[in-house]
T-cell receptor, first 112, second 112 residues
Framework: EAQVTQNPRYLITVTGKKLTVTCSQNMNHEYMSWYRQDPGLGLRQIYYSMNVEVTDKGDVPEGYKVSRKEKRNFPLILESPSPNQTSLYFC???????????FGQGTRLTVV | QKEVEQNSGPLSVPEGAIASLNCTYSDRVSQSFFWYRQYSGKSPELIMSIYSNGDKEDGRFTAQLNKASQYVSLLIRDSQPSDSATYLCAVNMGGGYNKLIFGAGTRLAVHP
């Protein structure tokens, strides 16, 4: 089954404690992206990757890191989480041109 | 000015009526346009894509695109309570940008 898998689905953490949200896709997509979704603001792009070892900033990259060492995986790293990073996070993948985005199930992150 | 704008709603329609959802975008070079449906707490799922001016129909859904007016809409005929969700408009500029920009979404409520 074609899918994008994120883990964990829910996470409560404390300010400053490094965390990683994993994302994996089994569709051999070149393009992967991370979004955060906040009420009234819609989906905002954090980082994206057009292929292995190729990443670039989206609209709200501050406080986040990513890496793309393998085509299927695109983890999101919060080195020192802060309460303003409390949000719903989605990973998405797509083919070249990103004509369609396939989304993971989402990760609800709370930073206290 | 936001790149993709939608009325946040809620748009309330009776069961069986036509729901009309609208979206405007600011970048004239945008080439691909999408409508995603998102149920509360779930990930967005693609329901329609449109690439050229005019109408595109798929079952009860019709997408309409007017590039000169920078306007894209979604009509849902014979609305059902199960259509109650947030509808996200997304725009891809193409040209290798590989960036999907989302509107904040319109919440649709279909009441029996």
């Amino acid at each position: 089954e074609a899918q994008v898998t994120q883990n964990p689905r829910y996470l409560i953490t404390v300010t400053g404690k490094k965390l990683t949200v994993t994302c994996s896709q089994n569709m051999n997509h070149e393009y992967m992206s991370w979004y955060r979704q906040d009420p009234g603001l819609g989906l905002r792009q954090i980082y994206y990757s057009m292929n292995v070892e190729v990443t670039d900033k989206g609209d709200v990259p501050e406080g986040y890191k990513v890496s793309r060492k393998e085509k299927r995986n695109f983890p999101l790293i919060l080195e020192s989480p802060s309460p303003n990073q409390t949000s719903l996070y989605f990973c998405a993948s797509g083919d070249r041109g990103f004509t369609e985005a396939f989304f993971g199930q989402g990760t609800r992150l709370t930073v206290v | 000015q936001k790149e993709v704008e939608q009325n946040s709603g809620p748009l309330s329609v009776p069961e069986g009526a036509i729901a009309s959802l609208n979206c405007t975008y600011s970048d004239r070079v945008s080439q691909s346009f999408f409508w995603y449906r998102q149920y509360s707490g779930k990930s967005p799922e693609l329901i329609m894509s449109i690439y050229s001016n005019g109408d595109k129909e798929d079952g009860r859904f019709t997408a309409q695109l007017n590039k000169a007016s920078q306007y894209v809409s979604l009509l849902i005929r014979d609305s059902q309570p199960s259509d109650s969700a947030t509808y996200l408009c997304a725009v891809n500029m193409g040209g290798g940008y590989n960036k999907l920009i989302f509107g904040a979404g319109t919440r649709l409520a279909v009441h029996p």
